[in-house]
């Protein structure tokens, strides 16, 4: 089911992809039949990122207010008019306004989709899931460039069927229920265990549903308060907005606008003279963008978000290094060069930096804030767009071609040291545990680590220095453990409470640290019965103390009755 969620939410990443993308195919044919002046082609092209604005704007409130799906109904609805109203209109003006009301559209979808899926999903798969949305940004640019080459004779065409995903989205929309999290967060409890129950395909009254659904509510007693401008700067929300803030600018600095910009360029200095070829290479980008996304969300989860972005500001910074030493030599033994460095570009873009900070936005902020501070997030990420943009053709005039590559070089070196320093590892991490790790005052890049782990315990376990591994290796450490025992349909559900539990224990988590040493479980992801050791007896016992104290076991014998709440 949560697949099916992912994919309905997904569309609106297909229609902004599209929207963003058909207004290249269509404007020859537009300049043909309106005459339209260069004013009207900025003014057309730009409707779109400045509607934007607005949709991020107003989207964090309402949808803390009437819900994601109600959000993204009204989105769908917006996003079909304007698709309709750009095949129908009779003067560039209108053209204009009809993409304005599209870029308010793809403002409200851009916040509200990763929210819906980051909230429907299990920690396990969030980051792939919410990856989905990226992933169809891609399929829509991709769309766009196919539906161009389909009806390069009609521009009305190709703005209608702009409409059809519109329908999809609205109609699956229809179908879905809001998430569990802001159903919990209204008080609206019968609502939230029927929709987690649905999204794991399990009864509302299994033991790992009201476990869940208890954690949630823990979390939301404490966020029933609406977030306000202020709340975003105070000491549990201002890490988590820098890092999102901060993400996107570096994605935007990063120069993948004008890499876009400039790669007709390329392609006709390495020989594409003809505009069907150009065409037809810029599709090849656009295969290479959607392939480079699905390998991004299938490391994604794997590796973790920290590591994905290391790898991908270090391979943009590479071909943007290849692009400007292209650009500044001019020379003709050079055009491959910039050639190579384009597609490794957009390989790297697409699997890292352009679906990492949405993810993140997703999930590091506070449930009560979680809306508003995604609107600053978004609204950064469409005005940082907006300045390089504006800027590129500037900065091109003043320091050449070679010189602008050379600034988003440095800027992708930043990134690297931004996420070293700064950007939490939230990878196999719930929502609720990130946020009660906000709230304790620690450093938000040490989520996931004990709070009480120190170098002196190396001389006691075996550990590093810094403890225990990271707190998604330790989730990945438990599950692997509970596979070994008796007790897995009844604990692999509590696999985050089980974790959070065992790190809390110093025995228990001094156990872990010689199990995962001993058995390098960080590379290889494999355990035996045998790997145990003498930690064996420790780590059963622990287990059998869990599962002792489960809603499951507790319910066998009358102390818990059915539904999970005590007589």
């Not at 919410?130 to 521009?155: K, P």
């Not at 229920?177 to 009254?205: C, F, I, N, Y």
Request: proline content about 5%; glycine content about 10%; overall charge neutral.
């Amino acid at each position: 089911m949560i697949y099916f969620v992912a994919a309905v939410a997904g569309i609106a990443g297909i229609l902004f992809g599209f929207d963003e993308g058909i207004i290249a195919g269509a404007l020859s044919l537009l300049r043909g039949e309106f005459g339209i002046t260069p004013l009207d082609e900025g003014l057309m092209t730009a409707a779109v990122p400045f509607g934007a604005l607005f949709g991020a704007l107003i989207a964090g409130r309402a949808s803390e207010r009437f819900g994601r799906r109600a959000l993204l109904l009204w989105a769908a609805i917006l996003f079909i008019l304007g698709a309709v109203f750009s095949a129908l209109i009779t003067a560039i003006w209108m053209l204009s306004l009809a993409r304005l009301m599209l870029g308010v559209a793809v403002g409200v979808a851009a916040l509200v989709a990763p929210l819906y899926i980051s909230e429907s999903a299990p920690p396990a798969k969030r980051g792939m899931l919410v990856s989905i949305y990226q992933l169809a940004i891609t399929l829509g640019i991709l769309s766009a460039y196919l539906v161009s080459f389909a009806f390069d004779h009609s521009w009305s065409l190709m703005f209608m069927m702009g409409a059809l995903p519109g329908i999809a989205l609205f109609f699956g929309m229809y179908v879905l229920h809001d998430t569990p999290r802001w159903l919990a967060l209204k008080g609206r409890q019968p609502e939230a265990r029927a929709a987690m129950a649905r999204l794991h395909g399990v009864s509302p009254d299994a033991p790992a549903i009201t476990a869940e659904l208890a954690d949630i509510n823990r979390t939301a007693q404490s966020d029933r308060h609406a977030a306000s401008w202020a709340d975003l700067l105070t000491p549990s929300v201002r890490p988590a907005l820098i890092v999102s803030v901060g993400l996107f600018l570096l994605q935007q600095l990063s120069g993948i606008n004008a890499v876009i910009y400039y790669a007709p360029t390329v392609f006709k200095e390495t020989g594409f003279d003809s505009h069907a070829t150009q065409i037809l290479a810029t599709i090849g980008v656009g295969v290479v963008n959607v392939a480079m996304t699905v390998v991004g969300m299938m490391l994604i989860d794997r590796i973790g978000r920290r590591r994905l972005l290391l790898i991908g500001f270090a391979g943009t910074a590479l071909s943007l290094g290849l692009i400007a030493v292209g650009a500044v030599t001019e020379a003709k033994s050079l055009d491959m060069l910039a050639l190579g460095g384009l597609v490794l570009y957009i390989a790297a873009f697409a699997a890292s930096i352009g679906p990492l900070p949405w993810v993140m936005m997703s999930e590091i902020f506070p449930l009560h804030a979680r809306g508003l501070g995604m609107s600053v997030a978004s609204l950064a990420n469409w005005g940082f767009n907006f300045i390089v943009v504006f800027s590129f053709p500037v900065l091109v005039s003043s320091l050449g071609l070679g010189g602008v590559f050379a600034i988003y070089t440095l800027a992708c070196l930043i990134g690297i040291l931004f996420t070293l320093k700064l950007v939490p590892e939230t990878n196999g991490v719930s929502l609720e545990e990130i946020e009660r790790h906000l709230k304790s005052g620690r450093p938000l890049r040490l989520l996931g680590q004990a709070p009480h782990d120190r170098g002196d315990q190396a001389g006691t376990t075996g550990a590093s220095p810094g403890g225990l591994a990271p707190r998604h290796d330790t989730g990945m450490l438990i599950r692997a453990l509970i596979s070994l025992g008796p007790y897995q349909s009844v604990l692999m559900p509590l696999a985050d409470q089980v974790t959070r539990i065992a790190l809390e224990n110093h025995q228990v988590r001094g156990a872990l640290q010689s199990v995962s040493i001993r058995t390098n479980f960080e590379n290889t992801g494999r355990l035996s019965a045998t790997d145990l050791g003498s930690e064996a007896a420790t780590l059963k016992a622990f287990l059998e103390h869990v599962r002792f104290a489960s809603p499951a076991f507790l319910e066998s014998v009358g102390e818990l009755p059915a539904g999970g709440k005590r007589g």
